[in-house]
């Protein structure tokens, strides 16, 4: 492991204490679904969940049990480089793993070519598919950026769903306010969710219903 590597972890490791002390301490916060991880091997896996809340990724990654992050080398969030740049939200994610995408009007190789390194680097990313806070899960305004990696790349998909954190501010935090939970899917590959004679924004809406789908769970 370089010292690169090492920093990355250790911050991340750091991260995940505090935030999975914070939700299990002030908002009840709930994992289910852990079981479905256990066959995921290795890393080159990309989580996909609902966006309820700027705290989402703190918390989606606060519940990724230990013994998966030992098996993939770095775990990332796919951030909006205008978020990166906020004074205190910014920090903290890049501690959590975060790194800025920019978009670029439909040219997926070139807006997703860092992904695509961090992935076939063994990483594992998360991603919100939808691309912005909305106070519920709509598959169909899922962006094709999802359907370009999964055609490209081929990665396990791990449907994520998140409750209770839609416009959550820092004092509902501490004034246990909320009962956050987040479900873990069943991996699938997106040939699975959708067809070869799908366009992109097609593939994205089917990928994106398996995350729905565990809003009905």
Not at 85 to 101: Q, S, T, V
Request: proline share 5%; charged share 25%.
């Amino acid at each position: 492991m370089n010292i690169k590597s090492f920093v990355a972890t250790v911050s991340q490791t750091t991260m995940w204490t505090i935030c999975n002390f914070v939700g299990k301490r002030f908002l009840s916060l709930k994992v289910f679904g852990e079981e479905n991880l256990k066959s995921i091997k290795t890393g080159n896996v990309v989580f996909i969940a609902n966006h309820f809340g700027e705290l989402d990724a703190f918390f989606i990654g606060a519940c990724l049990p230990s013994s998966f992050l030992r098996k993939t080398k770095i775990f990332r969030q796919m951030t909006k480089a205008s978020l990166m740049k906020k004074r205190w939200y910014g920090p903290l994610i890049w501690l959590m793993g975060a790194y800025p995408i920019e978009s670029a009007a439909g040219d997926y190789e070139s807006s997703l070519a860092k992904t695509c390194r961090i992935l076939n680097d063994g990483q594992s990313v998360l991603m919100f598919p939808t691309g912005k806070v909305e106070g519920q899960c709509d598959p169909t305004k899922a962006r094709p950026g999802i359907a370009y990696l999964a055609r490209k790349l081929n990665p396990q998909l791990v449907p994520v769903f998140i409750t209770d954190t839609h416009k959550m501010k820092p004092s509902d935090v501490f004034k246990k306010m909320r009962n956050v939970t987040v479900a873990f899917g069943r991996p699938f590959y997106w040939r699975e969710a959708a067809d070869d004679n799908d366009d992109l924004r097609a593939v994205a809406a089917k990928i994106m219903d398996r995350v729905k789908d565990l809003e009905k769970s």
